[in-house]
C-alpha cells in the first residue's frame, strides 16, 4: 500500500515524559489492549476489514496484525505504521516517537485514509466528519502518554 498516496486525515501529538522506549513499549501495550477488546472484533466484522484476528510477532513488528491493522513498518523507539481496509476505507495510521533532551518524548500518530464509493463517502461523515475519529485517537495518544509515563516511573533505571 502507498501510505503517501493516502489523503491526510489528521494528526495528533503529544509530548510523553519518558523516553522512546518506553513509549514504544507503551504504545504496543496500549494498542493491544484498545483493539483486542470484544467491540473492536465486532466492529471489524461490521465494517468487514481485512484482518479482523491478532496475529503474528509480539512485541508489534512487521506482519504483526491487530483487529483492522496490519503493521507495515516497525522501527523500534521510532515509529509504527499500520495499514489497514475494510468495505468502506483504506487507511493508515502512522506513529513517530522524537526523542528530545531531558528524557522527553514527542509522540504523533497521522491518520491517513481513502473512502471510495457512496459507501466510503457515508462512512467518512460518520466517522471523521462526526469528529468521532479524532476524538478516538485522541484518547488512544492520551493513553499512550499515560502508560509510558508510568513505565518510567515504575523502573529506577527509566527514570534519567
Not at 102 to 121: D, I, M, N, Q, V
Amino acid at each position: 500500500m502507498d501510505i503517501a498516496a493516502l489523503p491526510r486525515i489528521d494528526e495528533h501529538a503529544t509530548w510523553v515524559a519518558a523516553r522512546a522506549d518506553d513509549v514504544w513499549q507503551a504504545l504496543g501495550e496500549t494498542l493491544e489492549q484498545s483493539f483486542g477488546r470484544p467491540r473492536s472484533a465486532r466492529y471489524a466484522r461490521l465494517v468487514g476489514v481485512a484482518d479482523r484476528t491478532a496475529s503474528g510477532p509480539r512485541p508489534l513488528a512487521g506482519g504483526s496484525v491487530l483487529p483492522g491493522f496490519r503493521v507495515a513498518d516497525a522501527v523500534p523507539a521510532r515509529q509504527l505504521v499500520l495499514v489497514g481496509r475494510h468495505h468502506f476505507s483504506t487507511y493508515a495510521l502512522v506513529f513517530r516517537m522524537e526523542e528530545a533532551e531531558g528524557g522527553r518524548t514527542r509522540l504523533r500518530a497521522e491518520s491517513r485514509a481513502r473512502f471510495p464509493g457512496p459507501g466510503g463517502a457515508l462512512y467518512r461523515l460518520l466517522v471523521i466528519s462526526s469528529g468521532a475519529h479524532a476524538l478516538l485517537t485522541g484518547r488512544l495518544v492520551a493513553a499512550v502518554r499515560r502508560r509510558a509515563e508510568r513505565l518510567r516511573w515504575a523502573s529506577p533505571t527509566r527514570s534519567a
